[in-house]
């Protein structure tokens, strides 16, 4: 531990956030320049989002009845029952799965009221609470005779993780009207627990897999506990103290290698990284440690800069689940972990509110589009856990009633062995409506953008409602009408995102007739003295454009890919010719693509070797190639790849 | 099990060897094309192989060394002494080092006699020979109690993998004049529980790791004990079966995903993929089933097409150390394991043997030069595990006292917790010399060129000595002189290599004062009529030359490599200009390579960001590039590279 350094970040000068009945807030900073809303406070409709958070019902539903199958819920019964180890099923971190359905059903809830819905979560809450010890431990898992003893394998029993994901679902429980609830208690059992374990004088140690820290942090907060949050900043301290086993990928997998505090970038497993790096942020602020802060921010700058792929995703390495070196983000082997995506929102979230830089809500944006939504299948009953952005070989559909072994599926599955990515997505759509908007002391500032309403309250009382009407990202024109504001002046903020490289336009169509309107580049623009009945339409030039790669990042040498708006688009081989594989297509990086019936065209033209076969060798003379005829090729939202069944896929087209 | 088919393959027509006392042949096919020759009947002097095989005398006394420092060969003393499972030492797989060990030791000392040596064999074979049961069985690992059961977990338990090696080491030992070798015992008794055990009418699986194929087949070739040959046949058929479990990457990671006669390319984990198809080989020959040894052609065929590195390593994942999918070769993931060169080079040899065709002694070639010779450190006291084709930061140099726990060591290690590597590598270099040259009933074929003698003898008895005078492969002329020679015709068949693009050229130098100069390509020339006092120069023209991918291997689009020979060169930071790395390089792919100093050298520039630094985004604006003056840098051999320390390093060179 270090003590508290003279202050210098935005997180120092800002005013504790109000204690009014939350609304349902996932991050609840004590300090920081942006004040979050609540699930309760943003209805999205329709659109993009809308859709999904209507899919997530049936994700839920989906998720329980995985969970129920594959008996991770029956082994808390089996717990009560004093019959385990006997018939327990699932891996060692499966406790964590039945908690983070929890998360998403209470923030679904917080959203819209369910009785039945409201019925199942209580139903589970009632298993998991009869399982725990008197001592307040909980885990199926482990400390029970024929299992191994408490804390006798913190590198990967999971057993802080697990409890850690408990909390966060008791922190969503009560942040959405139930500050009481059985969840909410089992939970503060467990954190004093830990507590009592892990605390100043107790066992030095960390678990290998960080979440805990986000737990403890942000029940802390819920609670009013100090005691959780000095326990959040003592697991983080300890990172990179070396209490963990060297291992084959190094202690870097649990970044227990370097400190917190001196780490330059994130490394090892891509969702550890995340988590730790989200709570290190959480544990800073309430603190008022801007050097942690900022320690954090500099590694997350440095991995967004040479450690990401285009689509947000991050972890270039399926052996380890884990970040390559700078540049190594190979499109073929992406591993690119929904979880780690997740994660990656965490950080930048508690980024936005700690700085308010548009870079973070940016990078948000980025992932949520081309990696959270690109893991559900459209009918909520498959995900990808990994999201490669290069498939050579076209998959096979996943058997429906068949768990995936592999975190490499072809195609999306129902379920998977390991299977934190499904409700990692579920708990993301339930809560949102919590990252579109913020306040602060001067007004509203809008970082996503979706169709629907907000009802903020601005840090005087006042309220401010703002309706929004966008088919974005089909299109780049939100209309924001002013329902509700105050007689003072204001300020509606809103993100130009830095993909907006054509610029944006702003025009405000005020109630007493006039019109002003003005460009906008990257970044945030500021619209004041708005009153109800005020209309700003925010116009982004969404028109699609190839976008290239950094010389260092070697794997796409040679390619171009397309973005439109925030969403990066791909080449699947069902829209080729023939049955002409991605590999033939060489696209014309001198045709700019353009929109036809609602999707992204490409000009190229099919390649293939003029023998049409192989060589014996592949570094012998060059082949002789032969060039089809110039043809315009639709593309397809990388979100939507696999849609139409297994093909072969490439968001990197080789130009020529 | 299929009956034999018709017969069509050039094994089908060759006779069976001669039973005369072996000269120390690791493999003695029953029938096929070329008949091969042993380490008793080629002297390699000097020169590129001649240093490393004195170097591996080093080597052979390292690994001992470590084996007994790791307790790997005192588990042998343990189980004689009854008292394992306690204080028993390594991974499950620990027993087959010895017996690698034991193997390289038999061919050494075939080789060249060295009564020390002999004595530290014998010590080790009697310590082995105390641990086995009475009933055959031979693990220090199963089958003891507080051990797991015999043939229990045949997917991870490696007992019949070990035993394999075991009969491998038998092999050497009986072919190097101890037939009756308390080693051969062993094996031989190994090998009837086991053909006991899994019979015909027995267990049906089959190991996770082949080996015990390799093993029984040439243990029954060695001691002419057909059963072991069917044994051996019965495991190899079992192969895609899918009598072992499902696994997170698949059954195609131990091959029991497709039969051996259904499959069409190697796949999964690449060292026992190449073992798997060395025994079908054997299996096959020894069958007289041609379909059986043409399947493993094609898919040999394929994986050189299509999943084998410019170095001819195999293997581009390091998660299952396995083959990717066709063209997925990503330089910087290269696992590229020295275990499957090894495998490979096993399977070329017995391609090789069966049907003569020079392309599998040029895959032999690429992968000695480029794999093998790589994996040792100058002293002998460090190996590389994975021979990755580019480091983008420069690794740490090994502590010579600790081992690795990482395959990927940056930099060769001393050993490795899983240490395969060394003792193949010893193995190798000790039998080289039977790898040389073959007979057939024409006459003397070489398939590599190294300094030194061959001493042949043609089906009828008579004997051919060849002397080699070369300094290949720095420089591409071999002068052959023929020192015996039969009074009747014979030929003498010289590979031209396939990457002699450049053509060769043929003297012959006849007693008589007649000179003949003939232009080749590459492919095979012939010399007959030659008598003893004759001399013949081949002259390969290893002019320096860059090479460029197929264009589906995407991840060198737009690179080249230099080849000069057989050798593989590269860039190291290290003869780069201040502090640059591998990554600011640019090769001018219009200026041809050139020697200089023994060194070939390319012309270029560095190329760097004109800011400086980074994007904050790599996929943003294209970044402006600034040029450094034209540079010539000089390249190292990749079998050379991080002799000098720890540097950057790229095989392929981005031109521009």
Known sequence: MTTTPPIASPIASASPTTARLDPGRPVVPGAGTLRPLGVGD???????????????????????????????????DLAAAGTLPAGRRGREF???????????????????????????????????????DPDGYLSTRWGRPGQGARWSDLEWGHELYCMGHLMQ?????????????????????????????????????????????????????????????????LFVERHGQGTLADIEWGRSYYQDDVPVRAATVFRGHAVRANYLAASAVDVGVEQRDADLVDAVTRQYDRTIAARTYLTGGQGSRHQDEGFGEDYQLPPDRAYSETCAAVGSQMVSWRLLLAHGSP?????????????????????????????????????????????????????RAPWFDVSCCPPNVARTLASLGAYVATVDDDGVQVHQ????????????????????????????????????????????????????????????????????????????????HLRPGAEVILDLDVTPRFVVADERVDAVRGCVAVQRGPEVWCLESVDLPGDASVADFRVD????????????????????????????????????????????????????????GPSTMRVWLPVG
Request: charged content about 25%; some cysteine.
């Open 94 to 132: 499966s406790d964590s799965e039945p908690y983070k359905l929890l998360e998403a059903m209470a923030w679904e809830l917080g959203r819209r009221p369910d009785a039945a819905l409201a019925a199942r979560f209580d139903a589970i809450v009632a298993r998991i609470a009869a399982a725990q």
């Open 589 to 644: 990086p001198g045709v700019a693509p353009r929109m036809a019936d609602g999707r992204v065209v490409v000009r190229g033209r099919l390649r293939t070797r003029a023998d049409g076969g192989d060589a014996a060798w592949p570094y012998a003379a060059p082949a002789v190639m032969r060039d089809g005829e110039e043809i315009d090729v639709p593309l397809v939202a990388y979100h939507d790849w696999a849609n139409r």
């Open 169 to 233: 679902a008791a922190v969503a429980r009560a942040r959405t009207g139930h500050p009481k609830d059985l969840l909410v208690t089992v939970a503060g059992r467990a954190a004093d627990l830990i507590c009592a374990t892990f605390g100043p004088a107790g066992d030095q140690r960390i678990c290998g897999h960080a979440e805990i820290e986000l737990g403890l942090a942000e029940l802390g907060r819920a609670l009013g506990e100090p005691r959780y949050i000095e326990q959040a900043a």
């Open 359 to 411: 870079r973070f809500a940016d990078n948000l944006e980025r992932t949520l589009y081309n990696v959270v939504a690109t893991s559900p299948a459209p009918d909520g009953h498959g995900f990808y856990y990994a999201n490669t952005l290069h498939r050579r070989v076209p998959g096979a559909a996943a058997d429906p009633n068949t768990a995936s072994k592999r975190a490499d599926s072809s195609l």
């Open 42 to 76: 943003v209805t999205i409709v329709d659109g993009f989002w809308g859709a999904r958070q209507e899919l997530n019902r049936t994700i839920i539903d989906h998720i329980e009845h995985w969970q129920e199958r594959e008996g991770w819920l029956a082994n808390f």
């Open 449 to 528: 953008y979706v169709a629907g309403e907000i009802r903020a309250e601005l840090p005087d009382g006042s309220p401010v409602v703002l309706e929004f009407g966008t088919d974005y990202p089909a299109e780049g024109r939100i209309r924001i009408r002013v329902a509700r504001a105050p007689k003072h002046n204001w300020t509606l903020t809103m993100r130009v995102p830095g993909w907006c490289v054509g610029g944006a336009t702003v025009t405000v169509d005020r109630p007493d007739g006039r019109i002003e309107q003005r460009a906008a580049e990257p970044g945030l623009v500021v619209v004041d």
